[in-house]
């Protein structure tokens, strides 16, 4: 039977549009349109031309024909979504709410087909006898270019094209005419750019611990039994989870598979890469958003070709096309960059598990700081679960240090280092040794604490720190509970209550006024705007061309210098009290990470965590490097305030440019929320002001939303939408996002 209609998603990220809409296929495409094809289609009253995704094929018609338009063409150069990422696209759409097309987007990292880059080679094309007798007669007639074109010749069995015309002189009209000599043949094939700089050989295999071996022997024991499910890997920093991961990938490959490979950000890619290629040399790829348009594209293509089996890179790596995944790796599983910040708001996390299941493929996760969320599915039995207690090759983690930074201005120091730190500093940059700082900014939103005492303004029904708004607000970001602005500490008096406010560039001026001869070196968004900077910072800071690295949280995930014996933590703070219910966990996991970077070589490391709270939770478990007792504490202050893992939690965000039809729309949906959660059970908490209450113009208020059931809050979900769609001629601009789990504020 003919396909004679096109069910087509239309490349408009608008939810009035977010359907598929029915197209004639013209009798000249017949046959040639597949479900992911990228097409032109009339849209409109003017029937302007813009792209779509074909979803479907079908020969029966929703409408009448004379109401139906036509495709008009296929687009030129245009990617196909795959019909398992269409599949996937509509996955995401369903479970975290956006439009198809926006979903189809995010899981096309490639937008569009990029020209490819060809290598011309020459050959040559002539027996020994016959190439003796032509350099014969080109050394006779002076046709020097001929003469090192053939001598060339004889020695490799091919040279490039380029070469032949810049080094060697040789005219395009000259190679032609030898070509159709039969003296040479050229041979033009497709030459991938290759994002990997393959700088060092490959590398011995590092022989596994008893402990790192009874992991692999379990997981590929699971593997050939054809049991497939999701691990969580925890291991202590410095303990061999990478070398774990290759041997997992290698038992993989060995069945025919191939594997993703997930790091939390690009800072981590110049050295996962380098391990991956020693171990695997150019089977391996990678992903991240530094690459060029034309690498991003060879990438991928190489992939649907099967030319490499590992793919390595961000969030957007976990879409590559591989057509036999059997492995998803998910490295520091913990990381708040697995959240993604545009529609949809999926987390790679949830996204691999479904792929996995799709591909019959198996997902670990590894952290030496796992997330509250993965630990507590490994105490349901949700997860699988392995254990690496011990750094590998014997070696001890750090030395620990607390310093209170009231005590230390009650000694009248206001500086940014403690005393014991810069003790620390001095002897380590006399004995020659490498030095980190990190300065715990991730998570800063205006909080407010006394430099006294440590107390932190917060909100009282909430359990989270009110965030300051201009000079005399304070704000809860989740049930908009306001106050006024403290001039004095509540707690005890003192007059040092204000917002805590520090920055690399500061750090790093006050080095340089204490230690003039250090070398140092700072990695943050400002120094690493440019493609190639974090390589170059990192591997600068690996050769010792430095003597300290200053920097956010950028620097202390997966990193391993081997001559860095100190880490000092400047401000624990920051991340501890933002206005977020994770900010423990955070900090938590922060402190961790960072601690973990000193004493991975054959010196022992020591670590100093500056902090105004120096007995809260968080703190007091990184410094003895103690997960499990934090778990026990962070999860019993989820339970009893209802957040996420024990609850999920829906953040409902509605815009518009207009203040007062904000307002309107978003007290009906609560009401209306409200009024079926009498029904499903839900816990409506809302409306508030956003975080930042107007951006260009446009008005943001929030609606929370609990269940221990998730499928309640897609429930949720799917009912705003039916309202929004219902009362969208009345509301007009009104907008809606979807946010799961959230955990990012707004």
Not at 117 to 132: M, P, T
Not at 325 to 334: M, T, V
Not at 357 to 380: D, M, R
Not at 506 to 529: C, G, H, N, S, Y
Request: charged residues 30%; proline residues 3%.
């Amino acid at each position: 039977m003919e396909d004679k209609y096109a069910n087509i998603c239309v490349d408009i990220s608008h939810e009035k549009v977010d359907r598929p809409f029915q197209y004639k296929v013209p009798q000249a495409l017949r046959g040639k349109l597949a479900p992911g094809m990228q097409v032109l289609i009339p849209f409109g009253r003017g029937n302007k031309l813009i792209k779509g995704f074909v979803l479907a094929l079908t020969d029966v018609s929703e409408y009448p024909d004379e109401l139906c338009k036509e495709v008009a063409d296929v687009v030129e150069g245009g990617i196909s979504a795959e019909g398992r990422f269409v599949a996937l696209a509509a996955w995401m759409r369903a479970n975290y709410g956006s439009t198809l097309i926006a979903a189809l987007k995010t899981v096309l990292p490639v937008k569009e087909q990029v020209r490819q880059v060809s290598r011309r080679d020459i050959y040559l094309n002539v027996s020994k006898q016959e190439l003796e007798a032509l350099l014969g007669e080109a050394k006779k007639k002076r046709h020097v270019a001929k003469e090192r074109l053939l001598e060339a010749l004889s020695t490799v069995d091919a040279l490039s094209y380029s070469f032949a015309l810049m080094q060697l002189g040789v005219s395009s009209k000259t190679l032609q005419a030898m070509e159709n000599q039969g003296i040479i043949r050229m041979e033009t094939k497709t030459a991938y750019r290759n994002p990997v700089k393959e700088t060092e050989g490959k590398k011995d295999r590092i022989a596994l611990s008893y402990e790192q071996q009874q992991i692999v022997d379990s997981f590929l024991n699971d593997y050939k039994n054809n049991i497939r499910k999701t691990y969580l890997l925890y291991g202590v920093t410095g303990s061999g989870k990478t070398e774990v991961y290759m041997e997992m990938i290698a038992g993989v490959l060995s069945e025919g598979k191939e594997a993703i490979v997930l790091i939390p950000e690009i800072a981590l890619t110049y050295q996962t890469v380098l391990r991956f290629y020693k171990r695997f040399g150019d089977r391996i790829s990678v992903i991240h958003s530094k690459l060029s348009r034309g690498e991003r594209f060879d990438q991928f293509e190489r992939a649907k070709r099967g030319e490499i089996q590992i793919m390595i890179g961000p969030r957007s790596a976990l879409f590559t096309p591989f057509s036999n995944l059997g492995l998803i790796i998910i490295d520091e599983e913990h990381e708040g960059s697995y959240k993604s910040d545009g529609m949809p708001k999926y987390h790679a996390r949830e996204t691999a598990e479904y792929i996995a299941g799709e591909n019959g493929a198996s997902l670990v996760l590894g952290s030496a700081t796992p997330s509250v969320t993965a630990y507590y599915k490994v105490q349901t039995g949700e997860y699988g679960f392995f254990r690496l207690q011990d750094r590998f090759g014997g070696k001890y983690l750090p030395s620990v240090y607390r310093v209170d930074l009231r005590e230390e201005l009650k000694k009248g120091n206001r500086s940014m280092f403690s005393n014991l730190l810069y003790e620390k500093m001095k002897e380590r940059l006399e004995k020659k040794e490498q030095i980190m700082l990190f300065l715990n900014r991730r998570g800063y939103a205006g909080f407010i604490t006394c430099r006294s005492c440590g107390y932190v303004v917060k909100c009282p029904h909430c359990d989270v720190s009110l965030t300051e708004h201009g000079k005399n607000k304070l704000v809860c970001h989740y049930c908009g509970y306001e106050a006024l602005s403290y001039k004095q500490c509540p707690e005890c008096g003192s007059p040092y209550i204000a917002g805590f406010k520090v920055g690399t560039e500061q750090v790093e001026e006050r080095i340089k006024t204490m230690f003039p001869k250090a070398r140092v070196l700072r990695m943050d968004k400002d120094t690493t705007r440019k493609k190639d900077d974090y390589e170059k910072i990192l591997s600068a800071f690996a050769k010792k061309e430095a003597d300290i690295l200053i920097g956010t949280q950028m620097i202390v995930k997966g990193h391993d210098f081997p001559d860095v014996t100190l880490v000092g933590v400047l401000a624990a703070d920051l991340s501890l009290s933002a206005g977020d219910y994770r900010a423990a966990e955070r900090t938590f996991q922060l402190l961790t990470q960072a601690v973990g970077r000193a004493g991975r070589g054959k010196t022992p490391g020591e670590a100093v965590i500056q902090t105004y709270r120096p007995d809260h939770y968080a703190v007091l478990h990184a410094t003895n490097q103690d997960y499990e007792s934090f778990y026990k504490e962070e999860i019993a202050y989820r339970k009893v305030c209802g957040y996420p893992p024990v609850m999920h939690m829906l953040a409902l965000l509605f815009t518009s440019a207009n203040e007062k039809r904000l307002g309107d729309i978003v007290k009906e949906a609560a009401a209306g929320l409200r009024k079926a959660a009498e029904e499903k059970g839900w816990r409506v908490i809302g409306p508030a002001d956003a975080v930042v209450g107007k951006i260009n113009d446009v008005y943001r208020k929030m609606i929370y939303i609990r269940h221990e059931d998730y499928g309640q809050l897609v429930c949720a979900k799917d009912f705003t939408e039916a309202l929004m769609e219902e009362k969208k001629k009345e509301y007009g601009d009104c907008s809606v996002y979807f946010d799961f789990d959230p955990m990012n504020g707004y």
